[in-house]
């Protein structure tokens, strides 16, 4: 029997019986082929088989919010506003219930969060940007319209109207969109509500109108169809929507007709709280859960990073502060999860990182569509379901033992062909061993103890303390080789950046090198950041030097928001748009606001620490090509600088590309 007994045990909401309690959120995938207005709108085959891959041990499969007007379409989101979708939609939902999930849609309206691009549609006259109360929402700069009453009872009707579709459609059950500062949220909250009719005001009136889709959707799909709805327990930010405030309008909601209500977190205004990084705690929302739980006679569902921490999950269940437990992004990661645990197999899970690389690349359509940085297989699944073994095995020499070498030896190695990796420290991982030392969690360690275990069973001989030359390349004859060399921390060369105070980031993180109680980080992506937070927690000093405008780089908003909030609460200075001019004995000088003309700041510090990036090591590769020996190069030796996602996917794709 699992010591998970209580996550892998059958579930019941309504007349629904679920065979666990571990499910799958709606979240947007990124994946949808674009629609007539070029909106990433229309369901595909691709996203289809995401879905379905999903289903194959989890208890229930949430898809992602469907848009259920026109009139409030965003980028991304599956339309159900017109019946001549439900044909593609019920190939989805049979797709799951094959797979033994059950199958639940959620229907949406967006209110005020439209994106830019909704807002310039060509017949963007049927657009309308709605709100409890008119509110200009950042991301799109544009006033929103306050509801009349003829614009809450189109809107309810056409949740009703979308309730119709989605039973219609096959699915088992559909979900109400409720929280993270869409419409029915936004007239939850007091920060965003500020009707003085029957619809604001009170708690028990700002839930007026949420009770009102629930009513409408429950009458359209009869007494014994499940209804749920998602409600975020709290936003994060005072002034919106608290613990209190939930606990009251929850009963409210149920009377009103729900089966079930999803427990999740964040709004507008906190909306990095949906998807919550790696700094933030496993559970951290399981209060707000509890608490409701203790307020309605329904079925609760849980949701906070609980899919990183198992043990937790099920304390979760076995104490009774929910019912089930949604587990998106670490399904993402591995769609396997319940089936593992099931079969003892814990160690062989593949675990989230909270990086929010996923979320990130479905906005940005990257790759088009979601992409997964531990789980190169997602949203590929058809594509990838059969990767063939070799019928013409090749002696691969790889070196390089980082994140990009690592994957491509064990997909290799996989394939059949025999492949030797040659590492020059005595440790695989090269810069990701930072990173995990930095973060100081178990999954990040493990990405790197899970793919050496999966190259030790599929038999690639390992080298460590090889310190690889062109002579030794030559002298083993290898039919490919690829190099993984990765970088090597790059250092600004102003004048006095070699005196004895000036270090290296990861040498401050690994401990192979001390700061004073002054520290001056040079350098604001996340790095930086990240380091200037620790140093702050422990007493220093600390003032973060950016060349650039703005701190955060590339970083992904939800991750760059926390880490931002933390900068602030341990008093870091923060000084953009200030290049680093030169380094002095007990300080720096820095050019304010970037201008040549202006007086130079100077900035008091014992210590000076570099995290200005990485220059890429491509010497041997270099000296190999000279040779005329043909070299395939992954990772940061390939430059510029690969985030973990990129590196362990070129890896992966090489690898299945022999």
């Not at 709108?41 to 499969?61: H, P, S």
């Not at 060509?122 to 319209?145: I, Q």
């Not at 760059?560 to 300080?587: Q, R």
């Amino acid at each position: 029997m699992s010591k998970y007994e209580k996550l892998l045990s059958p579930g019941k909401i309504a007349n629904m019986t679920i065979r666990n309690r571990i499910v799958l959120p709606a979240m947007g995938t990124g994946s949808n082929d674009n629609d007539e207005d070029g909106m990433l709108c229309a369901l595909n085959d691709k996203t289809i088989e995401y879905y379905a891959e999903r289903a194959k041990y989890c208890g229930i499969v949430f898809i992602q919010a469907c848009t259920i007007l026109y009139e409030c379409r965003g980028i991304g989101n599956i339309m159900i506003h017109d019946d001549r979708f439900i044909p593609k939609l019920k190939q989805l939902s049979s797709a799951i219930q094959a797979n033994g999930a059950k199958a639940v849609l959620q229907i949406n309206h967006h209110g005020t969060i439209l994106s830019k691009r909704s807002m310039h549609l060509p017949n963007k006259e049927a657009v309308k940007n709605l709100s409890p109360t008119a509110m200009r929402f950042p991301e799109n700069d544009v006033m929103s319209l306050e509801m009349t009453q003829a614009d809450i009872d189109r809107v309810v009707a056409g949740f009703a109207e979308a309730a119709r579709r989605v039973k219609d459609a096959g699915f088992d059950a559909v979900e109400i969109h409720g929280a993270h500062g869409y419409l029915i949220g936004q007239f939850r909250s007091a920060m965003t509500n500020k009707r003085t009719d029957k619809y604001g005001g009170s708690v028990e009136n700002r839930a007026r109108f949420g009770c009102e889709v629930i009513r409408a959707v429950r009458k359209k799909v009869g007494p014994d169809y499940p209804v749920l709805m998602r409600m975020s327990g709290t936003s994060w930010s005072e002034g919106a929507i608290s613990v209190e405030d939930s606990v009251i309008q929850a009963p409210l909601f149920v009377e009103a007709g729900l089966d079930a209500v999803d427990v999740s977190c964040g709004s507008l205004e906190s909306y990095h709280y949906i998807l919550p990084p790696y700094m933030v705690p496993a559970g951290f929302n399981l209060d707000a859960a509890a608490a409701i739980k203790k307020a309605v006679n329904v079925p609760v569902i849980a949701v906070g990073r609980l899919g990183t921490d198992f043990e937790l999950a099920e304390k979760a269940l076995e104490d009774g502060k929910a019912d089930f437990i949604a587990m998106g992004r670490s399904l993402i990661a591995d769609p396997e999860i319940p089936k593992k645990l099931a079969e003892g197999r814990e160690d062989d899970i593949v675990r989230c990182i909270s990086c929010n690389k996923c979320i990130s690349s479905a906005v940005m359509s990257k790759y088009d569509g979601m992409a997964c940085t531990v789980n190169p297989h997602c949203m590929r699944e058809r594509k990838l379901e059969n990767i063939k073994a070799t019928d013409s095995p090749k002696k691969v020499m790889i070196i390089g033992g980082g994140p990009a070498g690592m994957e491509a030896a064990k997909v290799l190695a996989e394939r059949g062909h025999k492949v030797t990796l040659c590492e020059k420290t005595d440790k695989l991982g090269g810069q990701w061993n930072v990173v995990a030392t930095e973060k100081n969690q178990y999954a990040y360690y493990d990405v790197i103890n899970r793919i050496t275990r999966d190259m030790e069973k599929a038999g690639v001989e390992i080298k460590y303390n090889c310190n690889v030359t062109a002579e030794d390349v030559i002298k083993a004859a290898p039919d490919k080789v690829i190099m993984a060399t990765g970088a090597f921390p790059r250092t600004l060369r102003v004048p006095g950046y070699d005196k004895k105070h000036v270090v290296q980031a990861n040498d401050v993180i690994m401990g192979k090198a001390e700061v004073g109680e002054r520290v001056a980080v040079i350098g604001g992506g996340a790095t930086g950041m990240e380091l200037s937070v620790e140093l702050a927690e422990k007493g220093k000093k600390v003032v973060l030097v950016e060349a650039l405008p703005a701190l955060g780089g590339p970083m992904v908003i939800y991750n760059y928001k926390h880490l931002f909030s933390s900068l602030i609460e341990n008093g870091v200075v923060m000084l953009t748009d200030c290049p680093l001019w030169e380094i002095a004995d007990h300080g720096i000088y820095v050019r304010a606001n970037n201008k040549l003309d202006m007086d130079l700041l100077y900035v008091k510090a014992d210590s000076v620490v570099m995290a200005v990036g990485v220059i890429p090591d491509n010497k041997l590769a270099d000296e190999l090509k000279e040779k005329g020996i043909a070299v395939d190069m992954i990772g940061d030796c390939g430059g510029p600088e690969k985030s973990l996602l990129e590196a362990i996917r070129e890896g992966f794709d090489l690898g299945i590309s022999f």
